[in-house]
Every structure is written in C-alpha cells, then in structure tokens.
C-alpha cells in the first residue's frame, strides 16, 4: 500500500508563507488526485484543496482561494501545498489524501484515503 508522508509545516507569523510537501512511496497521483485537508483545535476536520483533473482547475476552500495553491512534482511523487499571506485560523495539522478521479470534485474527506500524521502549522498574530 502506498504510504504518504506529509512534512513542511513549522511555526510562522501572519503574512508569513509556508509550503508543505507530500510524498508518496509509490507513483499514486499518476491512478489518483491529491488534496489537502486540516484539522484546527476545537474544529471539524475541513476540506482544504484538491488537484485539478483534465480541464477543471484544481478546487480551494474558500477561506484559503488565493492564498494557497496546489502543485505536484511527478517525477517525485510529490505534492506540494504553497500557503501564502498566513493568517492564525490558518493553524491546523495538514493531511495529504487522495481521491479516484471518479471523486472528482468531492471536498468530502470520506472520499478521500486514509489519515496520515499530518504536519503542523502554527501561525500567530
């Protein structure tokens, strides 16, 4: 089973950027769509971005449109989530998951794969 490690995730000030990676143990964004979720203390895990899939343009939540944006490095099975203008209710641990493309355009976390350990951003003001 593929295994995705998320790390880049660190202390920071508003305004500050940030980007966070994802890597895989195998090439499964070439059979599947990354996105990221985030869990902030005292909230519900929620939906953060998901890759693009053919003409569609990769899907943001609202409160990071902007802001944030996702990319990929095939060649690295690799994924990468730049957050930029930082805010605090930006603090949360970031999970990397991945979707079938049949899920394409889902923000529900049920769709996506499993849980990894996430990596933490912490942003003051």
């Known amino acids: 089973q593929v295994q995705l490690v998320e790390s880049g995730g660190g202390f920071g000030q508003a305004g500050d950027s940030v980007r966070l990676s994802c890597a895989a143990s195998g090439p499964i964004f070439e059979s599947s769509l990354p996105g990221w979720f985030r869990h902030a203390p005292w909230k519900e895990r929620e939906f953060v971005a998901v890759?693009?899939?053919?003409?569609?343009?990769?899907l943001y939540a609202d409160s990071v449109k902007g802001r944030f944006t996702i990319s990929r490095d095939a060649a690295k099975n690799t994924v990468y989530l730049q957050l930029n203008s930082l805010k605090p209710e930006d603090t949360a641990l970031y999970y990397c998951?991945?979707?079938?493309?049949?899920?394409?355009?889902?923000?529900?976390?049920?769709?996506?794969?499993?849980w990894g350990q996430g990596t933490q951003v912490t942003v003051s003001s």
């Open positions: 998951k991945t979707t079938p493309f049949s899920k394409f355009g889902s923000t529900d976390a049920r769709d996506f794969g499993p």
């Open positions: 890759e693009g899939w053919r003409d569609i343009s990769p």
